[in-house]
Nanobody
């Protein structure tokens, strides 16, 4: 089994920054992609950013230029640096890891951006 523990969420004013972290533990061998999704109230979960184990990243258009995903394979941790935050970024952010074709999800961390 793989366990994902997220941290770094919170309340921030518009224009501010937050950094999310997600640490993987357990059966971490053969984890390929890791990333972040988010779900706002009343909306479907959506992709924010993902990164492969060789560092290739993809972003949702809504966060390009503002968010940066990175990964420390030695620490089995993925990060999401979020800058220039907007109220519409308010959501629960979920970490995801893909292992042998199976998506494993974290519990989520709340990010709230006030206007």
């Amino acid at each position: 089994q793989v366990q994902l523990v997220e941290s770094g969420g919170g309340l921030v004013q518009a224009g501010g920054s937050l950094r999310l972290s997600c640490a993987a533990s357990g059966s971490i061998d053969r984890i390929n992609g890791m990333g972040w999704y988010r779900q706002a109230p009343g909306k479907q979960r959506e992709l924010v950013a993902v990164i492969t184990n060789v560092g290739r990243a993809n972003y949702a258009d809504t966060v390009k230029g503002r968010f940066t995903i990175s990964r420390d394979n030695a620490k089995n941790t993925v990060y999401l640096q979020m800058n220039s935050l907007k109220p519409e970024d308010t959501a629960v952010y979920y970490c995801v890891a893909q292992r042998i074709g199976v998506d494993i999800w974290g519990q989520g961390t709340q990010v709230t951006v006030s206007s």
